[in-house]
C-alpha cells in the first residue's frame, strides 16, 4: 500500500486496482490529488502488485479484498472515505461497501463491475460473457492449479496484445510497457461463496451509500453502454462519462480523471 504523508486536509481517498494489476496503476492519479491536498492510499489487493504471495494461495474473494476492508474499519472514528475502485475492483468495492457503508461518503466506480443488490455478485460477469465474442480475450491465459483436483484454482492473467488493443490504446505506450512488467495473475473466484451468494450484496448496505459510475467513453473492452446499463441495475446511480478515456482512465486521461474525482467528493462529502 502506499500512504499519503503530511498534513491531514482536503479528502481521503482509497483507490482499488482491477484485474492483474495493482497499487502502481495509481501513480499518476495518486501524484496528482496529493499535489492538491488530498489524502491518498492506492492499496494493493491479496496477492497483487507489491503484495507477498501467490494468486493461488488466496482461499476467497474475501480475503483478496481483506486489504481494504481492514482499511475502512481501521478508519478514525467520525471519518468517511471515497472509494474508487477499477474494472474488477469494483467487486471488492461492493463488498466494502456491504460491510462498512458507514465510512464510505460516497463509492465511484470507474469502468468498474458494478453487482446488483440481491443478485450474486458473479451476475456483473455472466452479463458481460453474453455480450463478449469469442476469440476476446486474445493471449490472456487462464491455468488451473492447485493441489486439490476437487476444487481446482483457476487463475487470469492479461496478456499484452490484450491490453494493448483492448484495454491501452489511447494511453501512454510507457504506461503500457510498465503494465506489461507489473501484471501479475489473478485468481477467477469461480466456486467462492462470496461470489454466487444471492444475499451477499442488501438494498439496506450496499444499496444505501451514494453511488456514481464514470463511464470511460472509449472503452474496447466493455463498452459504455455495457458500463451504463451495470449502472442502471443500481437505482439512484449518478453517471458521469469521461471523453477520450480508454479502460484504463488513469493513464488516458489521469488529469480530468483527477479532477472529475475531486469533483465528485466536492458533491458528496458532508463537511
Not at 467520525?78 to 463488498?95: F, T
Not at 460473457?129 to 481446482?152: H, L, N, S, W
Not at 478515456?245 to 486521461?253: L, Q
Request: glycine content about 8%; some cysteine.
Amino acid at each position: 500500500m502506499e500512504s499519503a504523508t503530511g498534513e491531514e486536509r482536503g479528502h481521503r481517498f482509497l483507490l482499488v486496482h482491477g484485474v492483474c494489476h495493482g497499487a502502481w496503476c495509481w501513480y499518476r492519479v495518486a501524484t496528482i490529488l496529493r499535489s492538491a491536498g488530498h489524502r491518498v492510499d492506492a492499496l494493493d489487493m491479496a496477492s497483487c502488485g507489491a503484495s507477498p504471495g501467490r494468486a493461488v494461495e488466496v482461499g476467497s474473494f474475501e480475503e483478496y479484498s481483506r486489504p481494504l476492508l481492514d482499511e475502512l474499519a481501521a478508519l478514525p472514528p467520525g471519518e468517511k472515505a471515497v472509494l474508487v475502485g477499477h474494472s474488477y475492483g469494483g467487486q471488492s468495492l461492493a463488498l466494502a461497501i456491504q460491510a462498512h457503508p458507514d465510512r464510505i461518503a460516497v463509492a465511484v466506480f470507474a469502468s468498474a463491475a458494478m453487482p446488483v443488490a440481491g443478485k450474486p455478485m458473479k451476475f456483473v460477469s455472466e452479463q458481460f460473457a453474453q455480450e463478449r465474442g469469442p476469440g476476446f480475450f486474445k493471449d490472456c491465459v487462464i491455468e488451473t492449479a492447485g493441489d486439490d483436483p476437487r476444487r481446482p484454482c483457476k487463475t487470469f492473467l492479461l496478456g499484452p496484445e490484450y491490453m494493448a488493443e483492448k484495454l491501452y490504446q489511447l494511453s501512454p505506450p510507457e504506461d503500457l510497457t510498465l503494465a506489461t512488467m507489473l501484471v501479475r495473475p489473478s485468481r477467477q473466484f469461480v466456486d467462492d461463496a462470496t461470489m454466487n451468494g444471492e444475499g451477499v450484496l442488501t438494498a439496506e448496505r450496499y444499496g444505501a451509500v451514494s453511488r456514481v459510475y464514470i463511464v470511460a467513453e472509449e472503452d474496447a473492452s466493455w463498452s459504455p453502454e455495457f458500463q451504463r446499463r451495470m449502472a442502471s441495475w443500481n437505482p439512484g446511480t449518478e453517471v458521469r462519462g469521461l471523453e477520450g478515456a480508454d479502460h484504463m482512465p488513469m493513464f488516458s486521461k489521469p488529469r480530468e480523471f483527477s479532477d472529475l474525482l475531486v469533483e465528485i467528493a466536492n458533491k458528496y462529502v458532508q463537511v
